[in-house]
């Protein structure tokens, strides 16, 4: 049986990801899964969509992509997120943000 969460899905031009967002946060980090979902600590707040821009920002970083192929699909004002990226599989974006299991 396979333990690792499958927060990433394929769809036709690109994946899907679900994120759970912390906001205000000390650093910007992948922290584990919540659910289905990828945990992220954002270091921005949650006023005037700046952890939305921030969480943008951090995920075109890690997979190394420019801000314009990724864009929030929903929950603007929830912790609880769903983001389309255009241009990787489900399997690349899986591999790239997964957290660093420490044993």
Same mark, same amino acid.
């Given at each position: 049986?396979?333990?690792?969460?499958?927060?990433?899905?394929?769809?036709?031009?690109?994946?899907?990801?679900?994120?759970?967002?912390?906001?205000?946060?000390?650093?910007?980090?992948?922290?584990?899964?919540?659910?289905?979902?990828?945990? /992220? &600590? $954002?270091? @921005?707040?949650?006023?005037?969509?700046?952890?939305?821009?921030?969480?943008?920002?951090?995920? %075109?970083?890690?997979?190394?992509?420019?801000?314009?192929? /990724? &864009? $929030?699909? @929903?929950?603007?004002?929830?912790?609880?997120?769903?983001?389309?990226?255009?241009?990787?599989? %489900?399997?690349?974006?899986?591999?790239?943000?997964?957290?660093?299991?420490?044993?």
């Amino acid at each position: 049986m396979n333990s690792e969460v499958q927060f990433a899905r394929d769809v036709p031009d690109g994946c899907t990801v679900s994120v759970r967002v912390h906001p205000g946060a000390k650093r910007d980090a992948v922290t584990g899964t919540h659910a289905d979902a990828i945990k /992220i &600590a $954002l270091s @921005s707040p949650p006023v005037d969509g700046r952890a939305n821009d921030a969480l943008i920002a951090f995920i %075109a970083e890690q997979l190394r992509l420019p801000r314009t192929r /990724i &864009a $929030l699909l @929903s929950g603007v004002s929830s912790r609880s997120k769903v983001l389309h990226i255009t241009g990787k599989s %489900a399997a690349e974006v899986q591999a790239a943000l997964s957290p660093v299991v420490d044993c």
